[in-house]
């Protein structure tokens, strides 16, 4: 018995010096004012822990081609929202809608994803309270 306290004691005073994974609150990185709509070319998706990534090439009105990458929420949220590894494939025509980072850069999170098929699946991002963007 009193060498599972002190396992327990020492256990409990080691944890927190233990590495925590880097999470970040949406409201560090973007901006939930700044909504944005884009529609393009899948580039990649990252089907990684602890979001997932997609990339996306869109051209603006004079043909200039430019990289979006989005933040998505983690690949066991997009599951539970009916997300595949199979959902999306590169060279796929989508809209995509979320909040664009702070710093100006063409990095967003998403907020929705309207698949080729027409359907609009959530993006599992965890993003501000108020909702999709307006």
């Known amino acids: 018995?009193?060498?599972a306290i002190l396992f327990a004691g020492v256990a409990g005073l080691l944890f927190p010096v233990l590495p925590a994974s880097?999470?970040?609150?949406?409201?560090a990185?973007?901006?939930a004012k700044k909504g944005i709509k884009v529609s393009g070319t899948i580039t990649k998706l990252e089907w990684t822990n602890p979001h997932a990534w997609l990339y996306v090439d869109v051209k603006d009105?004079?043909?200039?081609?430019t990289?979006?990458?989005f933040e998505l929420g983690s690949?066991?949220?997009?599951?539970?929202?009916?997300?595949?590894?199979?959902?999306l494939k590169e060279g796929d025509q989508v809209t995509v809608e979320?909040?664009?980072?702070k710093d100006g850069s063409n990095v967003a999170n998403a907020h929705s994803v309207t698949l080729p098929d027409g359907r609009k699946v959530f993006a599992g991002s965890q993003g501000?309270?108020?909702g999709p963007p307006k």
């Open 67 to 69: 990289s979006w990458s």
């Open 128 to 130: 501000p309270d108020e």
């Open 29 to 31: 990185e973007f901006d």
């Open 1 to 3: 018995m009193r060498k």
């Open 61 to 65: 009105e004079s043909g200039k081609l």
């Open 98 to 101: 979320g909040f664009a980072a």
């Open 75 to 87: 690949p066991n949220g997009l599951i539970r929202h009916g997300w595949r590894r199979s959902s």
């Open 22 to 27: 880097a999470h970040h609150a949406f409201a």
